[in-house]
């Protein structure tokens, strides 16, 4: 049972305080926006009436991610603090409804997308399991740039989005740090060193809320933002002895001010660096700070913490504890390393050799001195760990030293230091042992681990689709977001007529929705009755949204050949952004903008075939997309999506895959059933054989004519204005190297789309599909992830 009562008079306060800053007489007269503060801050005050939790004698997770992509919070808090109807009515008595106040809600984008996303995720469900837990983040002053489109092209801006006006948080005075950079080392004795940073920057903690799902949880999140230290040195700074080495000038503000935009890619420069560290010695010095102040003694560290690396970016964060291990706790070597190589996890989230993370080792020696020293430490005593396995084998060293070639590589420092190491499927998972590490695993054989990925059932079902929520609650009469495992009930409805026909009409509603929305923001009227396909996600060449893209011209060709051929309908709706200096990824998104713009304004194509693509993809868009889908686009070249997590939030909400063997969509198949997922492509299996012979994709091009055609359509006529060369990045990328096998999938894939044309006109077996999506897929609640967590990783 909730401790506290939902409490009319302290949202009474906010309102009586508002009427004062706002200069009106009474709450009749607020605006949405204004009504927006009045129900965030009293609703933070009720998340923090909520008692701190007694201390638990289990182990603290500290989640480490450069990346919380959190999305808005206030009407997930309150349905999680078990507020909202109550809310709901105390707003309905003012005349005011409370979708359309939470919908003045900023949308905070401090992360890129999938890997960011996952945290967020995480942090609702260790929450609602009651798993003690601190996200540790970065407070960003502009988070991922906005997206508009100018005649079909990407155009960025700034995303700021007042980050100091944002209801949710609150600066914590008491957890300031202090972060050093750049410098000497002093030695003190023999392996004792002190390190003299050039310049020391202050690390200010702002709190989240994390709450719980109706348990009385509530839990920070804290984010680090970058300020001048007030002890800044002027001295040191006009003695010219600034970061020693090139006298730069550095705006301590500047660390935190940008997200970097990039997905799936590592970016390498020297702010990007100095932004890692920043975040982890803060956070390692607050988890350090918040295991003494309970108590426990130094050498029960690791019994009591453990520190979850969400991919590299959090790296620094072990030779960070190692170096305050020993220089300020006068730890030995072996017990510092003892406790590090019990206290780390990683998980790997790609196998893209692009985004493995390597840093230069003059920029890191420089900023890090002694972070350096430690880290080659560490990798010569592995040296010598190598040896013995493999003798002297420079092949070997080659790929598993963490120094080379004047490189540190993150990952490898991960790997030789966590106690256990996790992909994020199964297939991924897999991979990593038998293609990126397979040496690392003969040394180690059980640090390496799977936990398939999830997604919370609170934000995006309960709270994303209320109607599908309150079918499910009647049918089951269970809370089935506590245990998402229940939705299997649902599979004894699925010949029930009264159930079908809500499921369908609360489909149809979605549709209906999310139609509205497009309207509004493209101007363009679409066919609610047309199959909704829908891939949304990051661009990115291995996600090959120009596979999609190039169906969608061969289809479009053949209806005008053929204008009375057998067609499904179809709206096919894409969002998504792309790094900004990724130049053939926004190539492909000019393209299909430029394609929408011929297909939607040919009349004849008119409630057959149209394509809408909504700027500016961000949590809040995700949210009106998925319950609305129809097909759910998962078509990563298999081998390279490491999960996908829209793909888990679309066919729990009754959308159809349409996908590769690749990432998560190998356990969906397996929970749904064949009949009830389109699967196309080559496997990694026949990737690899492919590859093997020699793959040239100009053969397929030359030899496919409907492939051709749609090709050669994009440097024809009006999708290119006359401009022959508008698209050669794409094509000339497709054509002469095709690294992920656009074309060699082409026939398959208009063949799945063809049998999805097919089979959608068979109404009712569509339904028996997607509502079995619904069933079969409870195993994919981040409930479960966290409980794998608990079981595979952070109990040991
Ligand atoms: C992986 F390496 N992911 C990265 C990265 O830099 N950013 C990122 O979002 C994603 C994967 O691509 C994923 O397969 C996965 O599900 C997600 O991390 C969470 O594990 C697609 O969303």
Known sequence: ?????????????????????????????????????????????????????????????????????????????????????????YLANYG?????????????????????????????????????????GLHYQYGLFKQAFENGVQKESADFWGRNDYPWQSHNPAKTQLVGF?????????????????LTIQGKAYDLPVVGYQNNVVQPLRLWQADNDQTFSFEKFNDGKFLLADKEIVNAAALTQVLYPNDNHK????????????????????????????????????KYQ?????????????????????????????????????????????????????????????????HFQIVDKINRLFQQKVRSEFGKNPQIWEKLAILFDYRVRMANLCVVTCFKVNGVAQIHSDLLVTDLFPEYHKIFPTKFCNVTNGITPRRWIRQANPKLSDLLDRTLQTDWTKNLEQLQGVEKYV???????????????????????????????????????????????????????????????????????????????????????????????????????????????????QVAFLPDYRVSLAEKIIPAADVSEQISMAGKEASGTGNMKLALNGALTLGTLDGANVEIAQMVGAENIFL??????????????????????QQNPVLKSAVDFLTKGAVCQGNKAMFKLMIDSLIERDPFLVLADFDSYM????????????????????????????????????????????LK
């Open 495 to 609: 010949e029930d007529y009264g159930f079908r026909t809500e499921y369908r009409q609360i489909k149809q509603h979605n549709k209906a929705i999310l139609s509205a929305e497009i309207k509004q923001t493209l101007g363009l009227s679409v066919n609610e009755d047309a199959i909704f396909d829908v891939q949304i996600k990051r661009f990115h060449e291995y996600k090959r949204q120009h596979l999609n893209l190039l169906n969608i011209i061969a289809t479009y060709q053949q209806l005008k050949d053929n204008p009375n051929m057998p067609f499904t309908p179809r709206l096919f709706v894409f969002s998504g952004k792309a790094a900004p200096g990724y130049y053939l990824a926004k190539n492909i998104i000019h393209a299909i903008n430029n394609v929408a713009q011929v297909i939607n304004h040919d009349k004849h194509m008119k409630d057959k075939l």
């Open 680 to 701: 196309f492509g080559h496997t990694v299996e026949s990737v690899r054989e492919l590859l093997t012979q020699g793959y040239d994709p100009k053969a397929y091009y």
């Open 751 to 794: 063949v799945a789309q063809q049998r999805i044309g097919q089979a959608y006109l068979d109404r009712e077996a569509w339904l028996h599909s997607c509502i079995l999506n619904t069933a079969r897929l409870g195993m994919f609640s981040s409930d479960r992830s966290i409980r794998d967590y608990q079981q595979r990783i952070w």
């Open 182 to 198: 750049g410098g000497k080392i002093q030695p003190i004795k023999d392996d004792k060193y002190e390190w003299q940073p050039a």
């Open 96 to 136: 005011v409804e409370i979708v359309d106040v939470l919908e003045q809600e900023r949308d905070p984008a401090l992360g890129n997308g999938g890997l960011g996303r996952l945290a967020a995720c995480f942090l609702d469900s260790m929450a609602s399991l009651g798993q003690p837990a601190t996200g540790y």
């Open 1 to 89: 049972m909730l401790q506290n009562q939902f409490s009319q008079a302290s949202f009474d306060i906010v309102v009586q305080k508002y009427c004062r800053y706002f200069d009106v007489d009474s709450a009749e007269q607020f605006s949405l926006s204004q009504w927006y503060q009045v129900l965030a801050e009293g609703s933070l005050a009720l998340a923090y009436a909520i008692p701190a939790q007694k201390k638990a004698d289990t182990r603290h997770v500290n989640y480490l991610s450069m990346e919380f992509l959190i999305g808005r919070l206030t009407g997930n808090n309150l349905m999680n603090l078990g507020y909202y109807q109550q809310a709901k009515a």
């Open 306 to 370: 453990v520190i979850q690396l969400n991919d590299t970016h959090p790296t620094l964060a072990i030779p960070e504890l190692m170096r305050v291990l020993l220089d300020d706790y006068d730890l030995s070597w072996d017990q510092a390393w003892e406790i590090c190589s019990n206290t780390f996890a990683y998980t790997n989230h790609t196998l893209l050799p692009e985004a493995l993370e390597q840093w230069d080792q003059r920029l890191f020696k420089q900023l890090l001195p002694r």
């Open 267 to 302: 970016a390498g420069q020297k702010l990007r660096l100095m932004q890692q560290y920043f975040h982890c010695a803060c956070s390692v010095a607050d988890i350090l700070a918040r295991h003494l102040a309970q108590g426990h003694r130094l050498q029960d560290f690791a």
